[in-house]
């Protein structure tokens, strides 16, 4: 079975560019999230897609972040304008369902290390 | 708000030996998962071990086991014979268990480096 596939695994851009990562869940995984990782921190958890649909945004800084999850399969996390302090890992991850307690492990991607210079 | 609290920055292990990690969580709910991830440095998060709340065993996976104190609120992890592929760094995460619509996110703490010597 394939695992969350991201990319770029790097990118290097300057302060008020505009950077997009893309992410491809475990084939039929319903639910997609999206993590920022600051350096010594943990991941904190910025979207989380149901198919198609978002089911918690509320971390998400709005006036720069933006995803999307066309056709409930993969997903796009775009930045608009960067800023310094958005340098980090992004992490996507998925799992096959959202709650109860069955097949609710999340599986997570290699993230995309974002640096602002 | 649930938080999650791992108050060891960094710890070290002679290979072979044994080592617990701690971990500490703030929760009104009662019925949630605990988890602890290693993050090797490729980055990618793999799950070592889950423990959920309701369960009064403690979780084992060959040389990981937790101990669980529901009450004091604890989640230790101990890695038995330590092997150097162990060496990474070590998450313990929250997710709750509510039933309908919402989100079911993974709370992280701030993570613990493990260094195993040889």
């Known amino acids: 079975e394939a695992g969350v596939a991201q990319s770029p695994r790097y990118k290097i851009i300057e302060k008020r560019q505009s950077v997009a990562f893309w992410c491809n869940p475990i084939?039929?995984?319903?639910?997609l999230y999206w993590y920022q990782q600051i350096l010594g921190q943990g991941p904190k958890l910025l979207i989380q897609?149901?198919?198609?649909?978002?089911?918690?945004d509320s971390q998400l800084p709005k006036d720069r972040f933006s995803a999307e999850r066309l056709k409930g399969v993969d997903s796009t996390l775009k930045i608009q304008p960067a800023k310094l302090e958005d340098s980090a890992v992004y992490l996507c991850?998925?799992?096959?369902?959202?709650?109860?307690?069955?097949?609710?492990?999340?599986?997570f991607g290699q993230g995309t290390r974002l640096t602002v210079v | 708000a649930q938080t999650v609290t791992q108050s060891q920055p960094e710890m070290s292990v002679q290979e072979a030996e044994t080592v617990t990690l701690s971990c500490t969580y703030d929760?009104?709910?009662?019925?949630?998962?605990l988890f602890w991830y290693k993050q090797p440095p490729s980055r990618q998060m793999i799950l070592v071990i889950r423990?959920?709340?309701?369960?009064?065993q403690n979780a084992t996976e060959n040389r990981f086991s937790v101990n669980f104190q529901k009450a004091a609120k604890s989640f230790s992890l101990k890695i038995s014979d330590s092997q150097l592929g162990d060496a990474a760094m070590y998450f313990c995460?929250?997710?709750?268990?509510?039933?309908?619509?919402?989100?079911?996110?993974?709370?992280f703490g701030k993570g613990t480096k493990l260094s195993v010597i040889p």
């Open positions: 991850a998925s799992s096959l369902r959202t709650g109860g307690r069955l097949n609710t492990e999340a599986f």
């Open positions: 084939s039929g995984h319903a639910t």
């Open positions: 897609f149901q198919n198609n649909g978002v089911v918690d």
């Open positions: 929760t009104s709910e009662s019925d949630y998962y």
């Open positions: 423990q959920e709340a309701y369960k009064q």
């Open positions: 995460a929250y997710r709750n268990n509510l039933s309908g619509a919402g989100s079911y996110q993974l709370t």
